[in-house]
Nanobody, 115 residues
Framework: QVQLVEFGGGLVQNGGSLRLSCAES????????MQWFRQAPGKEREIVAG????????YYSDSVKGRFTITRDNAKNTVYLQMTSLKPEDTAVYYC????????WGQGTQVTVSS
């Protein structure tokens, strides 16, 4: 069973930074591709970034490329999303996601960027 718990959301000013963490409680983390999604009010959930099992490859949506960095620490069963140069349009609930026979989602963490 895969369980994902996110940490690190909050309120930040335009141009600020935040780091999100997502911890996986099972023993399969190093075998999982990990992703971050976000969902803004009234909008569909969208992928933000993803990282392969070893961490050797990362990919980003165009809207965050150059500002966000996804990394992982397999020894800590944790994936991170470092967010810099935050904009009000980054305001959303951010979710950690993986797939292991089925989709698994964290509970979400709110990120609010004030203008």
């Amino acid at each position: 069973q895969v369980q994902l718990v996110e940490f690190g959301g909050g309120l930040v000013q335009n141009g600020g930074s935040l780091r999100l963490s997502c911890a996986e409680s099972g023993r399969t983390f190093s075998t999982l591709v990990m992703q971050w999604f976000r969902q803004a009010p009234g909008k569909e959930r969208e992928i933000v970034a993803g990282i392969t099992q070893s961490g050797s490859t990362a990919y980003y949506s165009d809207s965050v490329k150059g500002r966000f960095t996804i990394t992982r620490d397999n020894a800590k069963n944790t994936v991170y999303l470092q967010m810099t140069s935050l904009k009000p349009e980054d305001t959303a609930v951010y979710y950690c996601h993986t797939y292991y026979d089925q989709d698994f989602w964290g509970q979400g963490t709110q990120v609010t960027v004030s203008s």
